[in-house]
């Protein structure tokens, strides 16, 4: 997807900011209880493709906390457990920032995969810390459900990642 | 000496890695959160402040979104009440002329209980009051099921209260603060509610698990459960009341048996919060525990020391389940006797068996089922009732009644004459755990 207006500079409310700001309100705005033909909206993570191109777009001291805060918002409105959803966003944002070299000039597909990957890596902690926490394992096809709802957001990371990718040239 | 000279000044901590120190060191405030948050108190303090602080501001904003949605749903519902006025009105005259032959039948039965309780002298529950609220947020997630109601602590809510929609059971209240109040669904993958089969009485914990359709476990018995059974919420341990709808149990694709939940069948915009304290919030425990225990039979032996009577009760018991029996044997019961289900089922064994008997009463639809079932009021009664549904089990069944009779008689199991006593003994020794299996 091609930038507007070309690559941005980092500053970090552009980058860290707003992104986490939107994907908040999108969280927000699916919280409605709204039921379609009987049938409830889903609960994508949209917090996933802002973490997801943070790693990529560079390491930084910022990032992990703004992770941590986002993840907490989750527990918070949603009602899980408090530090469940920090962990379950750390730990593709770590595996990410660790697989940066290997990301590297990948084309647009393949970045899709390891962001279903990421999902994964998130849905996988959540599901054997609830398991763990409630010693009851949770419903995989919601699990899987919740997973395809979120892997189908990574169109909003790709926007991410063009717009700052290149900002930092250290880190191209 | 100069900058360029200082091998300090050469030193640049590179970018990469104060990223995963920093890193590293929030997953481990991460991990640390996670293992300290605790919400299995359901109070308040355990729900924590951060949490109601979060609710309260949450309930306006949530009100916010979804207003668009409630607005859009009345207008939808005016139009087609516009254009199907005429045959709605057709089916609204059909439903009248059917209820009013429930209403003559309603209004008989409502004599025939009454003058059932005056002869008998029924202790019956005082109605529950209710706090109406609306649903403003909704998280559906695989690890979380709650939503957010509109009314908190200025109505009387308090954790542990049932949540009803117009169909049956949502859930129950696990924080509060004022103008909010999360309701935990029973769709929750940490939601354990104790229910039973309306047809046969079987009991059963209703276990989420994140899907549409909570699973039943710990359920005993041979067939106790058909699809379409009627699920209603047991009663035991005192969290719900008796006898509330929670839904029709069906096979599930994975071969266990899961429920259609009631509330389900329309959007779940407003509830009743059923302001219900249980058996152990009314009852005055300092006072119970004051009370002197009670004097010693006149005439009655000693009881032998512990020791003595738990190898021999341990020896009898063998011989007496037969091959066959089923009864001492059954997977289920293995399942049933678990810790996991020792929560809710510890608050009902504690309970007197006069305080079910008052929770049996507690609708015209719970003293229904009380009138067709009397012999549940006691645990051993009840588990011969339900023994006696198993044509097989005719020895069975013959059992808990003797171990009824021990409890009566707890002088004769210590005489050391009586070839039948350490069975006895046995009986009366495991007689706490009765209650659980009622």
Known sequence: MASRGGAQPLTPWRWLGLPALQAAGMTLLFLAPLRFWGYGLPEPVFALPVVFAWAVIRPSMLAPMGVMVLGLFLDLVWGSPTGLWPVCLLLPYGMVLAGRGMLAGQGRLMMWVWFGAATAVALGAGYIFTMFDTQNAPDPLTVGYQFLATVILYPFADRLIERFEDADVRFR | ?438
């Open chain 2, 1 to 438: 000496m100069s900058l360029r000279d200082n091998p300090l000044g050469e030193l640049k901590v590179p970018l990469t890695w104060t990223a995963g120190i920093v890193f590293i060191v929030v997953l481990i405030a991460s991990v640390a959160i996670l293992l300290t948050d605790r919400r299995e108190g359901f109070d308040t303090d355990a729900y924590g402040h951060p949490r109601t602080l979060s609710d309260k501001v949450m309930a306006p904003v949530g009100e916010v979104l979804s207003a668009p949605g409630r607005w859009t749903g009345a207008g939808v519902d005016s139009v087609k009440g516009y254009f199907f006025a005429v045959s709605e009105n057709q089916r609204l005259k059909a439903e009248l002329k059917d209820m009013r032959q429930w209403r003559d039948v309603a209004i008989a039965l409502r004599d025939t209980n009454e003058r059932y309780q005056t002869l008998l002298g029924l202790k019956t529950d005082p109605p529950i009051p209710m706090a109406t609220a609306r649903i403003v947020t909704d998280s559906r997630g695989p690890f979380a099921n709650s939503r957010l109601a509109d009314a908190g602590s200025e109505k009387g809510i308090l954790p542990g209260n049932p949540v009803m929609s117009e169909n049956g059971l949502v859930g129950r209240i696990v924080g509060v603060t004022e103008g909010a109040s999360r309701v935990l669904l029973l769709t929750d993958v940490a939601s354990r509610t104790p229910v039973m089969i309306d047809r046969t009485n079987a009991r059963a914990i209703l276990t989420g698990d994140g899907g549409p359709n909570p699973q039943l476990a710990y359920l005993r018995g041979l067939d106790p459960v058909k699809n379409g059974d009627r699920v209603l919420t047991s009663g035991d341990g005192g969290v719900f009341p008796r006898g509330l709808p929670v839904g029709v149990a069906v096979k599930g694709l994975d071969g266990r048996w899961r429920v259609v939940l009631a509330s389900d069948r329309a959007p779940v915009d407003y509830v009743r919060i059923l302001l219900f304290q249980d058996f152990t919030q009314l009852v005055n425990r300092a006072g119970l525990d004051r009370a002197p225990p009670p004097p010693p039979t006149p005439g009655a032996s000693t009881l032998p020391p512990p020791e003595a009577v738990a190898p021999a009760a341990t020896g009898a018991a063998k011989p007496a389940a037969k091959p066959g029996d089923g009864s001492a044997t059954k997977p289920d019961d293995k399942a049933a006797a678990t810790p996991a289900k020792s929560s809710t089922d510890k608050a009902a064994a504690d309970k007197p068996a006069a305080s079910k008997a008052a929770t049996a009463d507690k609708k015209p639809s719970e003293g229904k089922a009380a009138e067709k079932k009397p012999a549940e009021k006691t645990p051993a009664a009840a588990k011969a009732t339900a023994t006696d549904k198993k044509p097989a089990d005719g020895k069975t069944a013959a059992k808990p009644s003797a171990s009824a009779a021990s409890t009566q008689k707890p002088t004769d199991a210590k005489k050391p004459t009586d070839a039948k006593k350490p069975t006895d003994a046995k009986a009366h020794a495991t007689k706490p755990a009765e209650p659980v299996h009622g």
